[in-house]
């Protein structure tokens, strides 16, 4: 399938790879399809910044990244109840990111724990919710992200 992205220009997105947010992203409820996009050549790896875009509308994509880059005891609890209409939800199965927020300076940068995106990538239904624990809508990674890069040099 062609898609036409703000950011990308057009693409082929494989409809195999499309993902199903019946309820949207939290605010954007008419919203519905989105594609997960990122390096190929390079894969996807734990500090990979990828782009959550819309299908439904070509000018929204979302900055993602998988939550235990910047927290590795991310754990939030979640009822199951919001989960049930991904199918059957497994350890191997599910995959979870979280929104990037970016600011004009780089230490502000941010990530919501609050409220991740949980797809289920057997059926790729996938649902954006707002967990029950005490975690921040905007977790500052940039100090994270800087510990992590002086640990690899």
Known sequence: MKADTRLFGEIDIAEDKIITLENGMVGL???????????EEKGID??????FQSMD????AFPVMQPHTVN??????VNDE???PLGEMTEENT???????????PENLSVNLKAPIVINTDT???????VEDDYPVKYRIYEV???RKKAED
Not at 29 to 39: C, G, H, N, S, T
Not at 125 to 130: A, D
């Open 82 to 84: 919001m989960l049930t």
């Open 124 to 130: 790729k239904k996938g649902c954006q919710i707002i």
């Open 145 to 147: 992200l800087k510990g």
């Open 46 to 51: 734990a500090s990979s910044v990828m782009w």
């Open 72 to 77: 590795p005891d991310y754990n939030p609890v």
């Open 57 to 60: 509308d070509p000018q929204t």
């Open 29 to 39: 409820p008419e919203f519905r399809k989105f594609a997960l996009i990122y390096d």
């Open 95 to 105: 995959y979870v990111l979280v929104t990037l927020t970016a600011t004009e300076k």
